[in-house]
């Protein structure tokens, strides 16, 4: 308990005989009365049921989501509040009350019954719960984090390692199911039922009432404890037997009860405790004795000898009674944990000396330091109050003076004095000043302990602004005692700690920012220990303060603007320390890293620290998985699934499904990939079993994504129409697996919408929007965009501008362009105009306020700009305004200057003049920077049709190419029908004409797959 230090278990358990008697916990049993408990049960129906394996009992409630199997030795069910074992199910029903509930339960119990836990299980956990608990799990005690196991719903072999099934209810895949009591939550099975058990209870507890009418055998002459309480000896009680022989044993229902030994401890407890009281009270006199008898020596000018052949200047003698101790002696002894040697030392010899005689002056500085070590001594006692008492009365500023006149005194004087003598004093000074400055860090932590806050942090302020004052120019790394730098690294450490537990954040910050900057010598443990506290508090306490001030930072440095930049930079500086192996390795600091880089999308910087990390400290396998999903992050697929292939060998870990489902994710988003994604995707859904259960909808949605990429690449139509069926099919199957999965709604909204099933894709969008609350950009354009399809421009319109008054500025980029386009379908082309310039000035000034870590931001921006550009130019080139629409491209140019859409649109504007040379000159360069690009293929099909009948094949071709690209460009429909028409196909035109019509009714204003 409290990692076995004694100081630390003797306050708590003193805190904890406080709070029972503050709340009268003994008096429960007796005195409350549970009369609501048949209407609880009704509501709540729980019980006790069995016991485990090694004869602990555990309570269960009626869905099993909670269980508690309790101490290993039998016990009463009121009893539970020891060695447990926690089962928790179906995290859904963990309300808000039941949460808070929960978190005052635990409250109690890790404050007046610690170390109490002794297996928690949590099952049925899902998804959701696991990416919380990598972040929990940061904040739990080694110890702690062992006891819990986290399950899926394979949980029963678990549970009967256990629990034998026979104790097991039925609900949770036990064999027990109590039907002669109605169930088990109703029939309290167990041992605490037992007749034979009961009585033996019953019989002690009968002794103890007995004993409160007090003592029946006390004056029996022949009892071994005779009346005589001060002549008790430790035989005396160990040695008790019975005089009238009323020792029940072996008798029918009962075990052995010695009642009169029962009595005879009971009697002698009152005795020791009178005499400790006497033994304090002795004490407390003599130490006052002593104190007075020493002011009346000095004041007298006389002072005690120094004890022959002692030569060492910095061996600081107490003295009393011819008995001598040294400073350093009573020091180790208090180390070494000999606090009653230690104390018999400093009581008796508080007659400081030093050198040959003691000056009235240095008086008071040898009573500073035997308070100091009076202190020290009662706080390892434990009795922080006398402690506080004895540190009142300490001259923090005269120990400073002495220290830096000792610093002074360091260099020979004029009158010879000798390097080594000079030196001495400093390490008498030094070592004088430590007792006081511990003694002041006491102090603090003795406040701490008591609840006094900011009181304690003030005083361990004062020991580091003694510290600077002491060294103006910071702690050298040498001629320091090492006591003296261990002290003042405590204090540096404690400090910013005390000032959170005070809720004093400002001041928290400056301290730790004062304990990282200022020059003290802390060794790189030590310095891990506050870049790690100060990163962590930056991430996750939710204040926001201030950069760093300008004044401490060297030219040209970096300074952060914000908590999150100075945590990554904190964060980083410690991963460069393990590198280094200035310090020990520690996995959480890559978790907090992965975490706030994760904040800032710059997960290629955490894939770079990863590939740093030393062999050894992370599995490989680990590494290769978590540097895939960095780079998968950046966009950086390709090799992401180099490393995921590596993982997924047949050699490491085929058949990891995490892995799995990041390759096949990876390979969603490219159509030539989109074959090997349906491989990975089976192959994680055949391995979705046991604790992957819940993983099982997740690989049934990446083989729907995946099969739906396939059927664009592929050749025939009815293959296309079979990849189309088995992709809806899987994303439905996953959705009836995840009915909240709103990713999964919005998928299937895609789906339907690229198939133009556009009823189906409203009631996806719908769907989506509901189950995100409209907080959500991409299904607003979702839903914009279907209404779009359905030529229901004005709908779409309003849907577009409610949007915007939901999205923040630097959001609205992509609604902006929208409601453009809008406009321009709608042939309000000035509107349109106005809402392009509108959004150009919104990204331009997005563009300049980035900050240093928007590296990636920027160029999103630019293209941003980009878009807008080219947008203005093809809005000008459909009004005939040749001029405005060069001077948009040339700015566009600028942005992006090798780019297939600029020459497409110089085409297009070529073509509407007459010059078609020019024009399919235009198209042709579009073609050779990007092959697949569809509207060149159209538009050059539609020229080369124009030059006679042998260009006929040829255009015939290039628009048959661009229709297997996107089979839904009507355009593409339309001059295929032209064509046809031309060569005297009939029969085709009509059919390609009739699939133009239907495509253009269903055309919406943007691209589905651009909202992805």
Known sequence: MRDFDLMKAKDMFMKYIKW???????????????????????????????????????????????ILIVPRYPVLPQCFNKTANFLVQGMSQFSKPARYIFMEIQKIDSSYYPETLHQLYIINAGSGFKVLWKAIRAFLDARTLAKIRVLGTDYKTSLTEAIDPSNLPSFLGGDCTCSESGGCLFS??????????????????????????????????????????????????????????????????????????????????PVLEDAEEKIRMLENALKDTKLDRLGLEMSEGESPDLPEGENDPSARQFVANGISMSTNEVEAKLDEGNIQEAESALRDGLSLNFEVSVKNDTLSNYFQEARALLGKLEYQRGNVEGALRVFDGIDLQAAIQRMQHSLGDKQPSKKGRSRSESGSASVVSQHATNLVLE??????????????????????????????????????????????????SHAVELLPELWKQARCYPEAMSAYRRALLSQWNLDNDCCARIQKAFAIFLLYSGVEVGPPSLAVQIDGSYVPKNNLEEAILLLMILMRKFYLGKTKWDPTVLEHLTYALSLCSQTSVLAKQLEEVMPGEIPRIDRWKAMALSLSGTGQNNSAL??????LHKHEEPNDITSLLLAAKICSENVFLAAEGVKYARNAIDNAHGPNEHLKGVGLRMLGLCLGKQAKISSSDFERSRLLSEALKSLDSALALEP??????????????????????????????????????????????????????????????????ETSKWDQGPLLRMKAKLKISQSLHKDAIETYRYLLAL????????????????????????????????????????KDAEICLEKARTLKEYSAEILHTEGVMHQKQGHINEALSAYTNALLLEPKYVPSKILIGSVLSKMGSKMLPVARTLLSDALRIEPTNYMAWYHLGMVHKDDGRIADAVDCFQAASMLKESEPIESFSIIR
């Open 642 to 647: 180099d490393l995921l292939k590596k993982s």
């Open 740 to 805: 909240e999965n709103s990713d999964l709604m919005y998928e299937l909204g895609i789906q339907y919408a690229e198939h133009r099933n556009l009823d189906a894709a409203l009631r996806y969008a719908k769907q989506y929007l509901d189950a995100t609350g409209g907080s959500m950009i991409r299904g607003w354009r979702l839903l914009a965009l279907v209404l779009s399809a359905q030529q229901r421009f004005s709908e779409a319109e309003v849907v577009t501008d409610a949007a915007l008054d």
């Open 188 to 269: 309290d099975k167990g041992p605490w039922n037992d007749p034979e058990i009961t009585e033996m209870l019953q019989g002690m507890l009968y002794t103890e009432e007995e004993q409160k009418d007090g003592p029946t055998n006390a004056s029996n002459e022949n009892s071994a404890f005779p009346g005589d309480t001060d002549n008790v000896r430790y035989n005396d009680v160990h040695n008790i037997t019975s005089p009238t022989d009323e020792i029940v044993r072996d008798s029918p229902g009962r075990k052995y009860v010695d009642k009169a030994l029962l009595q005879k401890i009971q009697a002698f407890e």
């Open 439 to 488: 003694a002041i860090y006491l102090k603090a932590k003795s406040l701490q302990k008591l609840g006094k806050l900011t009181e304690a942090a003030q005083e361990c302020r004062s020991v580091l602004d003694a510290v600077e004052k002491i060294f103006s120019d910071g702690i050298p790394d040498v001629l320091v005692e090492n006591k003296l730098q261990e002290t003042v």
């Open 843 to 882: 990204v331009q000034a997005q563009r300049k306020s980035h900050g240093p870590l928007g590296t990636t931001q920027v160029e999103d921006d630019n293209i941003n700009e980009y878009e807008v550009w080219h947008g203005l130019a093809q809005l000008y080139s459909i009004l005939s305004h040749w």
């Open 20 to 66: 029972r008697e503050e709340f009268g916990v003994d008096a429960i049993s007796k005195e409350f009365k549970y009369e609501e408990y048949e209407e609880v049960k009704k509501c709540y129906p729980h019980g006790f049921h069995g016991v485990d394996r090694y004869g602990g009992q555990f309570i269960s409630n009626e869905s099993g989501w909670l």
